[in-house]
């Protein structure tokens, strides 16, 4: 069976949990190579008239991670927001509160992924350009994460640490600075989750 879009109608009867169980359900898709089948040039007609993705994905820029692929979603599906080491900014925020009070999605999705390399420079306390202002964000993950080990990248078990980390404090600055999504979440109208990806096996598991 072809997969067809989301809808204004689907959109509106979908609740946070449905939409959840639906990720999750896809990647398991992805991870057994089930993928839906879909027909890209009927959606881009169908979807130009307008949009009603069911969630909003924040995820980092990392190549091994193409956030629709591994939840089997198609176009129209999924609002996704990209940035190294998925921390959450102004412009994030404003664009997850247009994704849900605006077009409608009802879960945002906060996902790190194994091995992130925003996250190793952390650790390390990299100083380059630009990257240095974007580490600082990922900086408090970091602090936050103990270990007996050495605290940097040659340490996974610390670096696995404070990617789960980075994705909980991710989730509580977005409730922090959103009363927008922190009153829709309390309401019922969404919800706001965290994953890491696995880059080994394709495998999200929920935080």
């Known amino acids: 069976m072809i997969k067809d879009i989301i809808d204004k109608e689907k959109q509106s009867k979908l609740s946070p949990d449905e939409v959840l169980k639906e990720l999750l359900a896809g990647n398991q898709r992805f991870t057994e190579n089930k993928m839906n089948e879909r027909d890209y040039s ?5 979807t130009s008239g ?11 820029i990392d190549s091994r991670v193409p956030v629709e692929t591994v939840f ?15 921390f959450e900014n102004t412009d994030i925020l404003g664009s997850m509160e247009y994704s849900c009070k605006v077009a409608g999605s009802k879960l945002v999705f ?6 992130c390399g925003a996250v190793k420079a952390a650790c390390d306390d990299v100083e380059l350009g630009n990257i240095t202002h974007l580490l600082s964000n990922i900086k408090p993950a970091v602090k936050a994460t103990d270990t007996d080990g050495e605290r940097n990248s040659g340490n996974a078990e610390f670096v696995a640490g404070v990617v789960e980390n980075n994705v909980k404090l991710t989730m509580e600055r977005i409730r922090e600075k959103s009363p927008i999504l922190k009153e829709m979440e309390d309401n019922g109208e969404i919800k706001i989750v965290g994953g890491v990806y696995s880059i080994s096996n394709g495998k999200v598991t929920l935080l």
């Open 110 to 115: 906060v996902l790190g992924h194994e091995a």
């Open 42 to 46: 009927s959606q881009i007609q169908k």
């Open 50 to 60: 307008g949009q009603w993705p069911q969630a909003v994905v924040l995820s980092c």
């Open 72 to 86: 089997d979603q198609g176009v129209g599906d999924i609002f996704v927001a990209r940035v190294a080491g998925n």
